[in-house]
């Protein structure tokens, strides 16, 4: 069966060797991450994650990068004695790039596709570590001025047990005047029924939705400055959650704020969020519906990050981190390490340039 899947997966590549204008595109990911957490909420419990990733790609690019076709696996290892514990993911998509800014990408997707890291209401560490795949497709405009992308997320096919489970979300920003952009995120999540409890009319099994609209505004004074990089934004968090199986809508709100300060190799980034639960049906369907990290439950969140940028080049990003966590109830204090490593044919091409070591290519996957 292996066997089968490799030819599969290697046919469109040897037939597409024989068109005209085409180039082998190559690329290896890998990152190391340590992140030991301790605190007194329930909902994040004192553990810690030690783990590699290695995610390497190859495929074909024809007509100047208009048509791109890449295959590869996402081996996710933790460093444990038994080495137990591993996944391998498969990595199959297809791209349509236009020079105009629109950019078109379907299959099994690295989520480093997009242009920004989807905010931690949304997405939270511990999802960003063991999934970095979307199942599906997504489409960019990507200009000067900003961007724009809509993407879908096929997060859980039906069958008897399980439940089938989708996450469809816009991201987009775009600049208004000078250093002033508006920035918005919009996220569906759905969680439908299993097969058995579709057959069985006595089940309880119900759907559920859940809807986060979240428009925000950025004042970016990066580069106007002595420091490297100054960015602040707020805006407002409104969710819409369900069970259709009372149909009553929950639609908890709040304010969120964040600041981003970086000067040279030191880095600080605060984020605040005052408001109602975002996620009140997160005790009975956990992140099978919200994904965002739980911290957001509470009425009052604070998020302090101080990084120090040990390594930060084109190909190498080495970072260590305290992250303190601080809400009306709980506490927690996060002490992280990673490390990404980033090679692919362009900058092997141009391996002997010294710009390749140059500052501020890489961003940290985590």
């Known amino acids: 069966m292996p066997r089968r899947w490799l030819v599969i997966l290697l046919l469109p590549l040897l037939v597409m060797t024989s068109l005209h204008a085409q180039e082998v595109e190559w690329s290896v990911d890998a990152s190391v991450l340590l992140n030991n957490r301790e605190g007194d909420n329930p909902q994040c419990p004192d553990q810690t994650f030690m783990f590699t990733r290695l995610a390497p790609e190859v495929g074909l690019s024809l007509h100047d990068g208009e048509h791109v076709f890449k295959g590869g696996v996402v081996w996710y290892q933790p460093m444990i004695d038994d080495m137990d514990g591993y996944k391998v993911l498969p990595t199959v998509y297809y791209q349509y790039n236009r020079p ?10 690295p989520r480093s596709l997009l242009v920004q890291r989807m905010p931690r209401y949304l997405w939270s560490d511990s999802l960003a570590y063991t999934q970095p795949n979307l199942r599906g497709g997504v489409v960019q405009l990507i200009k000067p001025a900003g961007y ?10 039906q069958t008897w047990e399980r439940r089938e489970a989708f996450t469809a979300f816009l991201n987009t920003q775009w600049r208004v005047l000078g250093p002033v952009s508006l920035e918005g995120h919009v996220q569906y999540s759905h969680l439908a029924r299993s097969r058995r409890a579709v057959t069985e009319p006595a089940n309880t099994e119900h759907v559920n939705d859940d809807l986060v609209v979240n428009p925000m505004a950025v004042l970016d004074w990066s580069r106007r400055t002595v420091l490297d990089s100054l960015r602040l934004s707020a805006g407002a968090i409104i969710a819409y959650e369900r069970n259709r199986g009372n149909n009553t809508w929950r639609n908890p709100a709040g304010f969120v704020a964040t600041a981003t300060v970086r000067w040279r190799w ?101």
């Not at 724009?148 to 096919?157: C, H, K, P, S």
Request: proline share 2%; hydrophobic share 35%; aromatic share 12%.
């Open 148 to 157: 724009a992308e809509v993407a879908i997320d096929w997060r859980q096919m």
């Open 100 to 109: 105009d800014g629109w950019h078109v990408t379907l299959g099994m997707l």
């Open 266 to 366: 030191l880095q600080l980034d605060e984020t605040l969020y005052a408001g109602k639960d975002l996620m009140p049906l997160y005790d009975e369907y956990g992140s099978q519906l919200n994904q965002g990290d739980a911290y957001y439950r509470s009425r009052v969140y604070s998020r302090t990050d101080l990084t120090a940028r040990v390594v930060h080049t084109r190909c190498v990003d080495l970072s260590a981190s305290l992250m303190l966590h601080l809400t009306d109830k709980f506490t927690g204090f996060w002490q992280q390490i990673t490390c990404r490593f980033y090679l692919d044919n362009r900058l092997w091409r141009h391996r002997h340039d010294r710009s390749c070591m140059g500052s501020g290519m890489l961003e940290p996957l985590y």
